[in-house]
Every structure is written in C-alpha cells, then in structure tokens.
C-alpha cells in the first residue's frame, strides 16, 4: 500500500509539472498575443516635429522663421508633496491665482489625469531661465517646448498666410494620409499653398519606458527610428521694403497693390487692405485672435489682389484697342466722333485717334470699336454675326490671362469673369441678343470682372510687348534655386507684339498729358499708365490705375484698387506712382503726393 | 574531525548539487529581474537585490556546515523545542513584529529582518516526524490524528493571524504526508472535491446549472442503483451536501476573504475584466513570460520584469524572468530540476529506515512541491495570487536560509541512516 501512496504522490508532482509546461508551451510558443502585448507596454512613440521652412524675401532677408515657445505643463498623477508656497514665488503668482489657474485648467476640455496639461501658456526665454533649474523640485511640472511661426516685418499676412492645428474636416480629407490629430498646418498664403515643401516630414524616435512611463532608451537601439527631415525654406519674390510702404500707404483703405516684375512675373508686392499682423495667428494667440479677426467687418483676412472681383473699368480700353488693332477693325489712325448719345464721356475732346481716345478714356470711341470687333459681317444675320464676333473677342481677352484664375501660387485665386457666347445665352434664357444688348461691356462695366492680379498682370504683359510670365511669389523652393515648372514658362496672346507698341504709347501719354499726368508722373522715369473709376452704385466709385515703368526695360508693373475713393486718377494713381518711386528710386521725392495719400481724402 | 570527512562521502550529492544549482540559478536572475542598464551596476552590488542574495547565500553556506556538523540525533531530540521554540517566535511576532504590507510577520533587529513563519515550516515538519515516529502512534486512532492537526494547526493559525494566508496555506500540503503515512485517502478526497465544486461555481455563474446538474447525478444514481432506503438516505445527504458547498461559495467568497483575496481569485477567473486593477499582476505575469517565446529574450534583455510591469519581480514573480528572458526552453530546464529535486527527495525519504527520516522527508518535499505548484501556477494564471516564493529561487533571506535548513537537515539525515537501528 505503501508503495502505491508513494506512486500516487510522484504522479502528482509529476502531473503539475506537466500541466505547467504544457500551459507554458500555450502562452509562449503558440500564443503571439503575449509577445505583442509586451512590446505595446514598452514602446512609445515619440513624435519628432520637423523644424517648418523658413522664408526669405527676394533680398534674402527673413521673413518668416520659427521660434520656440516654452510652455509649462502638468501631468498631476505625478505631482508629489508639492511645495505650493515656493512654486508661487518661483513664477512670481499668489496662491489664489495658483488656484484659480488650477481649476481653469481642471475644467479645460481634454484635461487628464495622467498626460501633461498646459498650464502656463508660453514662458518667456527669461521666465524659463529663471525657473528651468528648479523644476527637478517639482515631479510632474514640465516644459513643453514647440514652435511657433514669427514675423520680423509684420506684414504681409494675407500673401503669406497662416499655420493652425489641423481640424477634423482636413483630417477627414487628407487622403495622404500624413497628418496626425495635433499637426499644424498651413492654412492659407503661401503657408497653403507650399505647405508641402514647408512642412518637412516627421520623425519617430520609439523608445522604452518602465512602467511609470520613464525613459529606458532606444527601442532596439534606434533601428526602427526615423529623423526628422526639415522643411525647405522657400525665397520669396517679395520686396519686403516695398511691401511694407505699400501697406503703409493702404492704412485705413480698401483695396489691393499688386507690383510684379514684368521680365520674370515675379511678384514684388502684394498689398491687401486692410490687413493684420501675421503675429496675431500664432501659437496660442490664433484661438483668441482668429474669431476676432475673421469677425471684422472690413474683412482682414479676405485677400483681396486675388479674391476680390471688380469691374475692369476704363483700364479695360487698352485691352480692347489691341483687340481691335489685332482683328485689323482699326488702325491706329481711326478717328471716331465722340458722340455722347449713347454713352456718357468726360472732357473737352470730339473726335480722336486710338491714343487720343485712350489718353482722354473716351467712352464713345471704345463703343465704336467694339462693335467693330464683334460685328465683323461674317454673317447675313446679325444675331449670328455677333455670336462669331463675340466669339472671336472673347479668344483674344482670354489670351490675356483673364476670365480664369491665372495659376498664381496662393490659393483660392478667383477667375473673374469673361462673358462669352453661352454666358448672354444663358443670361438671356436663349433668346436672341446682339450687341446693343450687350455694349457696356466695351468700356469695361457691365458683365466684366477681373481681380486685381489679373490686371497687375495685364500691366506686365503690356510692359513686355506680348507675353507673360504666370504671376509667382516664391522664387525659389529649397536650394533648387527654381520656382516651380509652370512658373518659367511664357505665355503669349494673341495679339501681335507690334500692336503693343501702340499701347505702351498710349499709356506714356496718359501719364504724360492725359489723365494720369497730376500725380502718376515722375522726373526721370517714363511712367506708362491707364487710370480707372469703376461705377460703384451707391457708393463712390472705386479708383483703379495700372501702370509699368520705365517704359523701356520696364522693371515694374503695377496694379492699384482703391475701393470707395473715386476717381482713378487721385488714390490709385498717386499710390501707383509712390511704389514705382521707391522700387526703383528707393526714396519718393514727393512727399507731398505720400501725404495725400496718408491723409485718404479722395473725393473731394 | 573523523566524522566531518565521514560525511562527505556519506552526503547525497545529487540533491546537495540540484540545490546549489537552483540557488544559483536564482541568484542570476534575481540580477535580471533589477537589472538597469542605464546604472549598469554588477551582480555583485549590494545596492541590488542579488548583492544581497549573495549575502544570504554564503550565510546558507555556514548553516549547512553547522546543520552537517551537529548530531544527526539532535534533530529528534529536540524536535518538539525546536516547534516549541518557532511557536513562541510565532507568538512573539505578533506582539513585537514589524508589518510589512499588511503583514505583521516579521522581527527587526536593526538592519535584519526576520520572518519566524518561514523557520515554521521545518520546525513543524519536525515535530510532525517525531510525533508520527513515536513507537505507538497509529494513524486511524482519532486521538492521535487529533493531536497531528493540532501540531500543523497551531502554527497555521498563528500565521493567518499575522495576516499571511499564503504561508499558512502551506501547512495545509502535510495532508499529503500523512496520507503517506497510512490517513485515509478520503480527506484529500474530499478536499479536492470541494476545491473542483468551489471553482465550478465561480466558472458558472448561473448556480441553477450547478443544482441541475446535481439532481441529474443524484437521480441517476438512486435510479440505477439497488433502491435501499440506507442508499438513497446517503445519496440525499451527499446531494445536499454538494449543494452547501455551492451556497457557501458566495458567503466566503465575499464574507470570509478580505477583499484583496477575492480579487485574486477573480483574477484568476478572468483577469481581462479589470487589467489595470486586480487583474494587473497575472496579466503582466502572462505577458512577461508569453513574451519570452520558445528561446527567450536572452540573459539581461527582458524589458517586462525590469521595467517594473510585472510587480514583485524578484521575489514571488521571479519565475517571470525566466520566462521571459529564457523561453520555454528555460522554463523546462527550471520545472525539470526542481522535479527532479523533489523526485529525489522523495527517493531519499523512501531509503530510511527511520521512521522520523522518512516523515520529514516527505514533509520536505512536499513543502518544496506545494510552493512549486502554488509560486508558477500564479504566475502563468493557473491558481490565484498568493504570496509565497519560488524555493531557493525568489530573493529574500529568511526563506532561502528556511529551505537551506529544511532540505541540509534532510541530507544529515539521510547520511547517517546507516546507524539507526529499525525501531
């Protein structure tokens, strides 16, 4: 019996042992789930934010670049015997703000118990000095560094734009499937657009922590990690000089500058006003200041050189004449009375040739020429007939770049509008139309709308004899020393550069004896120029000019909008004049003229 | 001197190397279960738990000389002194004692500490031996099974009331021995039986099963059975028996454990329903040696058991870096020798001729195996949470010198079994 109890016991013992290496064998060999939940326990991802491009201007001066910003945090499941008493002396606060801040940041939306939460918004670089070596005295305050965008010239902030945490629509839409809850992103401007190239791409460093969440290291010593590449840094073709004088002049105006380089469609400055400091929409200031801003009513953040749509107004005579010269419907010897019947002039003129009737932006003249350009008597049918002819105007004005967005890089660029054949179908539900009904197009009202770029660019391209380049801010993107692709090719119209010449006299003569000669005329420089007043209804009219200079080699061209301000040749001329001055003068002699333009009182 | 070098050819060195070689075994991973690579101290380091361990060991050392030195005989003399003197240490430590988490179970004396329950052990399987040995004493006699309780009582509750279950539970494994020593098999039976019922209640929650269940087998037996009334009368009884068991889960589950005890068991049952709490230790236990593959993660490279995710990771839990950082390869090798350990023990008790030998050697193995079975069947989920140490193998003093002395005493024994005469 005996012996069998010492059998019994062995089977026992031996029975355990098995069943353990048996249930061993499961949750080691076969069961991966254990392996997995181990490494899960142990790693953590951290996320290395890569440095964002910075941006230089055309003279390589900085103009956008990255700070850093220091915020204290707390992870209160860490905090221990907190020396309350020291900790408000520290950071200079009284025990009932210490509180009260406490409680604020109790209550904020996503506080936790266990990861850090803001609580001091943005050290200064001395609070931080002061206090960074103190902080082992206090387990669970720590300092979370990031950056922020900074803006040494503070202007320019609709060109460049701005950088916010990525919301939950543009998650939803990243089909990239790049960005993670808590990026920032470029949300507008230039920030936008070349978000891309500016953003760089993230690292992830994973390490090892113990249990308490400490740091034991390089998960498998760094193999899986990967750097943060920064962003490229992209070189404007901004004049940041020229930029800040031009929204000095816009102070306290509606409207847009738009100057470019004719030779390159380099943009020299991109004035929209009113405007607001790019500073006002970074780091923790965007949350407060965006609502504010976005609330104006004077619209700070709507980019007006490229959003804004007006009619084209006198200006659009030149374009018109071209076409005409183009279309072989008048010479620049055409004389045409002016007969105010049908359409209303100003001044003391009767009967003028092409740059006479430019220079004096005779009303009757372009009517004539118009209807010249459209019916051409191709057609038996007058109705058809000014379907081919509107047909026909409707290639050549394209060719200038209008009635579509030009391509610029910024976005949400507006196209204007160009009315074509199907528009007055559709306008006139498909009954017929013909050019009586349509005529006030010819001066640049009714149907037409261009943005300020499109004419700033229409400018260059009357500066250049024929051709453009697609209007461009960044001309440089990283070391590459390029613009992108589409910004190095030349885009010619349909008119024959000959027929420019024509033009580029006419706009001279406006400058110089015509409608622009008070305040767009400079000593020294050949200014060519067409000023503009759109009709407004009620309000006054909006006073357009463009301009290049000089006339030969021309360096700049130029487009102003001065919305409400009446005449062309008063607000939009004298600003025009201003730019060209001091881009290729670098100082304005007229500082009567910059006066006038300060004080803003252009009707009267 | 003569009978020093006696011994040495006399000693069974199988089961003093297996020994030696599980302690050290320990030793080793003791180090990696602590091991910091930032601070990269050595093994050696008395700022770590295995300096420490080294310490206790070369104590062990002295103690086995002493306990090889001393006469065989006195073991069974002053057996009942020696159980005599632990019980006053028992007591003693309730009044004096230090409480270490929750514990009131242990003696300071300035930087040492003192665990009297661990000494219990061999002390009561002494007294155990020598009252089992006395010429007399018969195993079906209820005086004598009566005083045998006691002597494993005693102490038992004495630890339970220093508020350590776990140790206490170990005594309960000299059940074994006596049924070696002729106690009726019905006990274990019984004891087994209820242990089966009290989990199957906690795996099915809905009891009406269980009571189905019974009436079914109850039924079935009446129906197949001759239908006397004496018959029927037993099965009614053992029926409604079963069914108190089941009643009484609910009551001690939530009346008579404390409420750390009734989440181990919960644990045990399902330790996904909570495993930042109460499910914490067996799942991070899993985890750590699940993790460990078929060949490990290698010596020193484990990241559960030194990151701190697995609690106690070098004392009760120990087992989990050997599981971890050596695989299932490794795990066989530690279940392989101390199997092998016990075999042998009880290969070494079955030798003696000695009736006192042979009880406490079983009483030695079955000591060893019980904190065997209880220590890795936590660890891998197959039996609550209960703080005892892995023998030889978890760090700490007082339980490795405790197992030293359990185990040399056995060796002197066994070594000098030549010179008892058969009583």
Redesign the interface.
Known sequence: M?ET??H???L???F??I???V???F???L?E???K???S??IHHVIEYPYRGLIYDRNGRLIVYNTPQYDLTITPKEVTHLDTLHFCKLFDLTPEEFRSKYAEMKRSRGFSYVKPNIFIKQLSNRDLANVQDYLVDFPGFEVQARTTRAYPYPVMANALGYVSEINQRQLDRDTSNYYQQGDHMGQSGIEAYYEKQLRGKRGVKIK?????GID??AFEGGKYDTLAIPGKNLTTTVDIELQQYGEELMKGKAGSIVAIEPATGEILSLVSGPSYNPAKLTGKLYSSNFSKISADTMKPLFNRPLMAQYRPGSIFKIVQAMVALEEGVITPNTRIPCNRNLIGCHGDHYYEDLVGAIKHSCNPYFLNVMRRVVNQEKSEDTYEDTRLGLAKWHKHITSFGLGSPLGVDLPNEKSGLVPNVKYYDRAYDNRPWKFSNIYSISIGEGENLVVPMQMANFAATVANRGFYYIPHLVRSVGDSGKPLPKYSEKHYTTVSPKYFDIAVEAMAKVVESGTGQYRAQLKDIVVCGKTGTVQNDPLPDHSVFIAFAPRENPKIAISVYVEDAGQGARAAASIASLMIEKYLIGETKRPYIEEYVKKGEFLY | MTRADNITGKIDWLTVSLFFLIVVLGWMNIYAAVYD??AAENIFSTSLNSGRQLIFIIVCIIVVIAILVVDFKFYDTFAYFIYGGIILLLIFVLIFGREVAGSKSWFEIGAFRLQPAEFAKFATALAAAKFIGTSGFRMDHFKDQFMLFAIIGLPASLIIMQGDAGTAMVFSIFL?VF??EGMSPLLLILGTTAGIIFVLTLLVPNHLYLYLGIAAIAGLAIFLGKKTPKRIALILAVGLLVTGVIKSVDYIISDVMKPHQQNRVKALINPDADPLGYGWNVT?S?????????SGKGFLNG??T????VPEQSTDFIFCTI??EH??IG??LV??L??TL??RI?FLA?RQKWRFARVYG?SV??IL?FH??VN??MT?G?FPVVGIPLPMFSYGGSSLIAFTVLIFILIKLDAHRMQVLVR
């Open positions: 005996n109890r010492k019994v016991i062995q026992v013992m031996i355990v042992a069943i353990f290496i249930k061993l064998f949750i080691q060999v069961d789930t254990y392996a939940a181990a490494t326990n142990i090892i922590r113990n249990v308490r034991k290291g | 690579q930032a074994l049924f070696r991070q899993k985890i750590a040696i699940g993790s460990g593959g078929f990241t559960q030194k990151f701190n995710f599981g971890e695989g299932w795990s066989l279940i392989g101390f199997v016990l075999l009880i079955e079983y193995a079955c195996f065997f079975a890795i069947g891998i197959l």
